[in-house]
């Protein structure tokens, strides 16, 4: 969690550099949007602004967030590498379960995680741009439920009343910043 102290110092400083004065609005803008990051993502973020981009006032926002969380873009090949990985831990006998609820969503979506593994290589190419646009949407739309994609181990389990295997879990062990960021080599 953003220490406010610390944030409202990090904030004045930017400020200065442009030659504003900060209102309190704006300070309680930005930090309601960033407070649940911690102070270190926050100032590394920042000086990443500051680093790539030439701006003629103070980063806005979600220009900052580009930085946090990645662009859209961004997010989006996050998750088709996790899905392509989910392939090959696990393929069309694993059920799965993705850190990003959307991936789930968008895997149903197009027909469900039996019908995704059992596609054709050659097909990948029209399966990722649907799955992008997809992902796009349900993304817009705030999916926050996460699902499992069940395997076919699981459902013959489950239809015969033996134990449930653990799904494998894409995208846990890592946060999706830390993958963003090595995405950028950064």
């Known amino acids: 969690m953003l220490n406010k102290e610390k944030f409202v110092n990090t904030m004045v400083g930017l400020c200065d550099l442009y030659g504003k004065v900060p209102s309190e609005f704006m300070l309680d ?3 309601s949007i960033f407070a649940d990051y911690d102070n270190a993502a926050f100032d590394k973020a920042i000086g990443k602004c500051l680093k790539v981009k030439v701006y003629n006032n103070i980063p806005k926002p979600a220009e900052i967030m580009e930085f946090l969380e990645g662009t859209r873009e961004d997010k989006e090949t996050i998750a088709w590498f996790q899905v392509m990985d989910a392939v090959r831990k696990g393929g069309y006998y694993s059920s799965i ?4 609820p959307v991936i789930s969503h968008c895997i149903n979506e197009l027909g469900g995680w039996s019908w995704f593994c059992s596609q054709d290589k050659d097909q990948l190419p029209f399966i990722e741009k649907r799955f992008m646009d997809i992902y796009r949407l349900l993304a817009k739309r705030g999916v926050n439920e996460n699902i499992r994609l069940i395997g076919f181990v699981e459902a013959q389990n489950n239809r ?23 995405g950028r080599g950064k």
């Open 160 to 182: 015969k009343g033996y134990p449930i295997p653990e799904p494998i879990r894409i995208g846990f062990e890592v946060g999706q910043k830390l993958l963003i960021d090595e």
């Open 97 to 100: 379960e993705f850190s990003d």
């Open 29 to 31: 803008t930005y930090y």
